[in-house]
Every structure is written in structure tokens, then in C-alpha cells.
């Protein structure tokens, strides 16, 4: 099914990487916290902490061989649509792998839809029943869906899951959600991209 949000080419008017990364770092560079309410406070210092993640991944990426094969094999061009906001700690610990995979290849282009300005988009790709974020779907030149992908690598979901169920407050679990996030260095997510692309 072709999607209408597809038709009215809002993907296609979403941002670029580049320019999503560059207001992410206006945003961390000169907005002033005091001007802010408490919780845009709070949202504010995810959002800083967040483009650390996202610049060291893009200054210590390599992609896997096999990936870097697979990706630049595509034949047919592809609109990957992320959506997405700055301040979600998955995105910054997995958008930046996207995109580099992502620049690859010229039949890929890759847009960002921000979640919270597109929420009938969001609705259509909810992870059970909720507006988990990053989330990626791929599309062909017609519209047709090729895949989905996300919020995050099936091990950290299942890590999330598992930690919620023994009772973990939000904090805690998401403090062992970035430890393993930091340990595995996007392997998994490249892993189930190989899967994906019929690589692995």
C-alpha cells in the first residue's frame, strides 16, 4: 500500500542528514538553557549529551566490508525515510551509522522527518503501540515499502525489555542501554543491515 504522506512527498522535503545534523548542533551550541522551562531544560541536556554520541560515531565509523559491498550493489534508487528528534538517545546512538551506510551509495537518499511534527506519520509505524523513535523505512521510487528498521538493534530491545520486566526504574535501564550501545559499536545494527540487504 502506498502511503499518502508518500504521494504528497513529504519524505522527499524532509531534511537532509546534513542539514538535520546542523540544526542539532545550532541547537546545542547557542540555545540558552535559562530561557527554558524545566522539561525543555531536561530535553535540551539530552540533546547535548547526544551530539557527543553522534560526532564520535561519525569520527570513529568504519563500515563492515561486507555492508560496504552490499550497500554499494543496490541497483535501484531508494528513499530511506528516518523519523526521528535529537534529543532520543537510540537516534544519536544509531542515526549517525545510518547515515554513513546510507552515504554509500548515490541510489540512496536519506531523509529525516522529525516525530513530534509529523505525528500521523509516526502512527503508522508504531513499535507496540508506541512512538519508539529512530525508525526507518525504505521505500522505491514508486512508494512501495522495501523495509522497516527500528528504534533499535533486536539485543538492546530485548535488553530494554528484560531490565522493565525485573522492575529497572527508566534511569537505570537506560543507563545499560548506552553501556551496551558503547560496547557493541553499531555491530548489530550492521549486522541485521547485512541480513536485511541479503548479505548475511
Given at each position: 500500500m502506498i502511503q499518502?504522506?508518500?504521494?504528497?512527498?513529504?519524505?522527499?522535503?524532509?531534511?537532509?542528514?546534513?542539514?538535520y545534523f546542523k540544526l542539532f548542533?545550532?541547537?546545542?551550541?547557542?540555545?540558552?538553557?535559562?530561557?527554558?522551562?524545566?522539561?525543555?531544560?531536561?530535553?535540551?541536556?539530552?540533546?547535548?549529551?547526544?551530539?557527543?554520541?553522534?560526532?564520535?560515531?561519525?569520527?570513529?565509523?568504519?563500515?563492515?566490508?561486507?555492508?560496504?559491498?552490499?550497500i554499494e550493489n543496490i541497483t535501484l534508487n531508494q528513499?530511506?525515510?528516518?523519523?526521528?528528534?535529537?534529543?532520543?538517545?537510540?537516534?544519536?546512538?544509531?542515526?549517525?551509522?545510518?547515515a554513513e551506510i546510507g552515504k554509500l551509495s548515490a541510489k540512496i537518499s536519506l531523509r529525516i522527518v522529525?516525530?513530534?511534527?509529523?505525528p500521523d506519520i509516526i502512527d503508522l509505524y508504531l513499535t507496540n503501540g508506541t512512538r519508539s523513535i529512530p525508525?526507518?523505512?525504505?521505500?522505491?521510487?514508486?512508494?512501495?515499502?522495501?523495509?522497516?528498521?527500528?528504534?533499535?538493534?533486536?539485543?538492546?530491545?530485548e535488553l530494554v525489555t528484560k531490565l522493565k520486566n525485573e522492575g529497572m526504574t527508566h534511569d537505570k535501564f537506560i543507563e545499560q542501554l548506552h553501556l551496551w550501545y558503547g560496547k557493541n559499536h553499531g555491530k548489530e545494527?550492521?549486522?541485521e543491515f547485512k541480513r536485511i540487504l541479503g548479505a548475511e
Open positions: 499518502q504522506f508518500y504521494l504528497d512527498k513529504r519524505p522527499h522535503n524532509g531534511l537532509t542528514y546534513d542539514e548542533k545550532e541547537k546545542v551550541e547557542n540555545t540558552d538553557p535559562d530561557s527554558l522551562q524545566e522539561e525543555a531544560r531536561k530535553y535540551l541536556e539530552y540533546s547535548k549529551l547526544n551530539f557527543q554520541r553522534s560526532t564520535r560515531i561519525h569520527k570513529t565509523y568504519s563500515v563492515d566490508p561486507q555492508l560496504k559491498e552490499a528513499l530511506w525515510m528516518v523519523i526521528t528528534e535529537n534529543w532520543c538517545g537510540d537516534s544519536a546512538q544509531n542515526l549517525p551509522f545510518i522529525l516525530r513530534d511534527s509529523n525508525k526507518l523505512v525504505a521505500f522505491d521510487e514508486s512508494g512501495n515499502e522495501l523495509f522497516q528498521w527500528g528504534p533499535r538493534p533486536k539485543p538492546a530491545q545494527l550492521e549486522y
